[in-house]
């Protein structure tokens, strides 16, 4: 097989590169480990910022987003017993997110793919390699259904998640530098059918952890407390897990509304980036590349910024044959990636229990969450963040 792009991951960022590189007239090939099945049935993160939004619409994938998402204005922070709200709309400029499982935006990049763009898109591979990377004859071989394979391309993107491949065809030391930060917390998550217990997203500090409520849809609820890493989904039964939530977002106007759990988990904390993210015809885009703690809902929304610039410049080099796009991808998407890494540090670090936390530590906290919830100044940074800043 010959294409032009060989992309290595059906994730958010292979899919939507996929399809931003049909929009330029460009041909790709998509391959993945897992299956169709597995790939859409997968539930997790559900907030898309309004770049995602902008994203899906200029592309034509916003059509069922756009009948099923549900757009949130802002969302409320807890503590001391009491709600304060961030007011998207007053405070970043009339910017919003939207509430749309990746699960769902995977749905509808796949089905773009094969309905509407019809490149190669391959599930289910194995003993995947890349080489060539370095000496302009980029392959990417694999075997599917007892066959070995080859895809030869132009460049290679490695949009394989964090469990990648592709990132350590970058050699160590010199040339890659990998920063990474293990939290001493987890996750506990459940997935509910229950009706929503608010309007918006409530993030709670409490003095027992962090607590965060969301929603999928109008009829399951996503939620989450902060847990030891080394807990067992075991250890909670249904009963127990709505007693937690309660008592941590407890105070006037918060109540929590009890459903059939039907998935716990528990997500372990971590913040990752690899620079840089290219190496001679290997560029990374997503996951592979990067990963942040949950609180500030960046992971997705990364993953669709970088292959907002990476398509750019990739359609650049084939409408002009100039690689100063290719070249300063990396410094442009790790601008924005280092902002991130901050903004969910910041979050995670304001409104989680760390284990070696004094009372001095939990005043602090305190008093930084009223700072932002009292001050203009204050909540427009949070919600400016939150909402993502505008694209490049």
């Known amino acids: 097989m010959r294409t032009q792009v060989g992309i290595v991951g059906a994730g958010p960022a292979g899919l939507m590169l996929s399809h931003l590189l049909h929009l330029y007239g460009i041909e790709s090939a998509v391959i993945d480990i897992r299956s169709r099945e597995s790939i859409e049935g997968t539930v997790r993160a559900g907030i898309l910022e309004q770049n995602t939004v902008d994203m899906m619409t200029n592309a034509g994938v916003d059509a069922r987003m756009k009948r099923e998402g549900i757009p949130h204005h802002g969302i409320e922070l807890r503590f001391n017993g009491r709600g304060h709200r961030i007011d998207f709309t007053e405070l970043a400029n009339g910017r919003g997110v939207m509430v749309y499982a990746q699960h769902e935006v995977l749905i509808d990049l796949i089905k773009q793919r094969i309905n509407g763009d019809e490149g190669p898109l391959l599930f289910g591979v194995s003993d995947v390699s890349v080489s060539g990377i370095t000496d302009g004859k980029p392959t990417i071989s694999f075997t599917q259904d007892g066959s070995r394979q080859q895809i030869e391309c132009d460049y290679v993107v490695g949009a394989d ?156 080099y084939y409408a002009s044959k100039s690689v100063e796009y290719l070249d300063g991808y990396t410094a442009t998407a790790l601008r924005r990636v280092w902002r991130a890494q901050h903004f969910s540090w910041w979050m995670t670090s304001m409104l989680h229990r760390f284990s070696d936390a004094s009372d001095f530590d939990l005043q602090r906290q305190l008093a930084e969450l009223d700072v932002i919830t009292s001050s203009r100044q204050g909540s427009a940074l949070l919600a400016e963040q939150y909402v993502g800043y505008p694209l490049a």
């Open 161 to 316: 998640g964090s469990q990648t491949y592709c990132r350590f065809l970058i050699p160590e030391g010199k040339i890659r530098k990998d920063y990474f930060r293990q939290y001493p917390f987890a996750w506990f998550g459940i997935l509910a059918k229950a009706p929503a217990s608010s309007d918006e997203l409530i993030y709670t500090h409490h003095e027992r952890g962090f607590a965060l409520i969301s929603t999928r849809s109008p009829d399951v609820q996503r939620m989450y407390f902060q847990c030891d890493p080394d807990d067992s989904v075991e250890n909670w039964s249904d009963d127990k897990i709505w007693n937690e939530f309660q008592t941590r977002v407890n105070g006037p106007g918060a109540e929590i509304k009890p459903g059939e759990i039907f998935q716990k988990d528990i997500l372990q904390f971590r913040s990752f980036v690899c620079e840089p993210m290219q190496y001679g015809k290997l560029f990374l885009a997503g996951d592979a590349a990067h990963t942040v703690p949950p609180t500030g809902a960046k992971g997705l929304n990364l993953a669709m910024a970088d292959v907002h610039v990476l398509a750019r410049a990739i359609g650049s």
